[in-house]
């Protein structure tokens, strides 16, 4: 299986070994802090401004594998409880449905169906039973050890179950107001371009989501597709940028990526309502695990 990785920007010239250890040092700190912590006051309304937009995304493809009454499934990365409560409808109370993440506070209400565990997937031992489906959005882009992530989710699939992924490409299209046509899209864009750069400097793949359907060949499974969602306007999306701008403005400006005034005016411009902002495109792949060989699929 092939994996992706942080590269390091590091000068060619070779330094002495203590600015080494302290350049080691200082990646390892920076690639373990999530730059969009769950904890943060904004996160909530991140949150459920993804939910909003990407919701009913996952749901379609959720439904077109079939989930049914009496699954076990694993949903990597919850975060908010939208698809854990939706999962643990269908599987109904003759099935299962373990919700994971590094950080568990705002999954924390009791949810029919739904157990609640702390669990880092690119770092800790996978969970002790087998799945039906393991779904994860939006996470294994952030995770730095993707590749092991990405192997520890496939070995917890039982034979002939599907793992789906939706991860992020802002590659594919960085801008957020694709229509540059005044200095309110020029200022939303180089506010993107600045988050872009952050992301990157915390070992976020932003090409990610398009390795997918590769990756899950190579991993052996059967069955791959997948396809993009991208929308261009609304009002899920303004509160989507809003809500980000707030979590992590404060971080683009420590950084020296943006001015304090540029954070606070895009702000502004967003209040008025009349930016038509874009997200990154979501690439949702999903495949199967094979049923060992001589045994019909049913």
Known sequence: MVG?????DSSRLEPCRGCQAMRHDQRVNRQH???????????????????????????????????????CCWEVG??????????????????RVLATDIDVGRISEPILQVEVRRHDVGRDDPPAEYFDLVHARLVLVHVVQRQRALRVMIESLKP??????????????????PDESGPEQLLANRVR??????????????????????????????????????????????ALERATVEQIGGQ?????????????????????????????????????RPYPRGRPVV
């Open 193 to 238: 371009h600045a988050f872009r750069l952050l992301m990157r400097q915390r070992g976020v793949d932003l090409a990610y989501g398009r390795t997918l359907p590769r990756l899950f060949r190579e991993a052996g499974l059967a069955e791959v597709q997948a396809d993009a969602y991208f929308p261009i306007t609304g009002p899920a999306c303004a």
């Open 33 to 71: 802090d999530y730059l969009l912590d769950n904890k943060d006051a904004a996160a909530g309304a991140r949150l459920a401004a993804l939910a909003e937009v990407f919701d009913p995304v996952t749901f379609r493809h959720l439904d077109s594998l079939g989930i049914a009454p009496g699954w």
């Open 4 to 8: 992706v990785t942080a590269s390091d």
């Open 160 to 177: 002939g179950g599907w793992l789906l992924l939706e991860d992020a490409d802002p590659d594919l299209q960085p801008l957020a107001s």
């Open 252 to 288: 683009l400006v420590t950084a020296g990526l943006c001015s304090a005034l540029e954070v606070s005016q895009h702000l502004a411009n967003l209040a008025a309502g009349g930016l038509d902002l874009a997200t990154a495109p979501l690439v949702s792949a999903w495949g199967r």
């Open 78 to 95: 919850a975060g908010a409880p939208t698809v854990p409560r939706w999962l643990g409808g269908r599987v109904g109370a003759q099935g």
